[in-house]
């Protein structure tokens, strides 16, 4: 700086006296404000900087993960059975004539195909169906695995492309 500027300018520069010209000595708020906004301009910036530089990444994380949320009714279609419709009830599998208490006191009712009813999976192991039960629950009420769902959802999705173009 001394380059710069010559020996008078200095000397005037060195002359000018606090809150002479509108100066004033900062009070320790004004201090911690300005600190404390230079920061968070700066936090900012780094964060900003940090999402344009890994938009690669971002970008289908977002679309995969709001395609979570727009495909989970189509995913509840193709697994969870029955269907509610006003008060009936579609593809129910269960026999409600059948009620029986457990030893917990809740009403637990017999599936309506002895097929299913006898390729149960006791819960303590588990709980589910053999793969003959699978396939009939496929086969009679259309309800299927995740993983089957997650393939049907896809190829429902491609063919719906498909029929746009």
Known sequence: MEQNVDAPQLDEVASVRLGAMGTRRWKRGEIIWAANNGLSFIA????ITALIYFEFVLAPLTISYFMTFLLAPVM????????????????EPLDHS???KNEDGEMEFKYSSPLLED?????EDG???KFAGCMFFLFRYGAMG?????LACII????????LV
């Open 127 to 129: 709980g589910g169906f």
């Open 156 to 163: 429902s999705i491609v063919a719906g492309f498909a029929g």
């Open 44 to 47: 900012v910036s780094v964060g």
């Open 146 to 150: 995740h993983g089957m769902a997650l």
């Open 98 to 100: 059948s009620g029986a």
């Open 76 to 91: 509840n279609v193709f697994e969870h059975r029955p269907f509610v419709c006003g008060k009936t009830y579609v593809c």
């Open 119 to 123: 390729n149960k999976i006791p819960s």
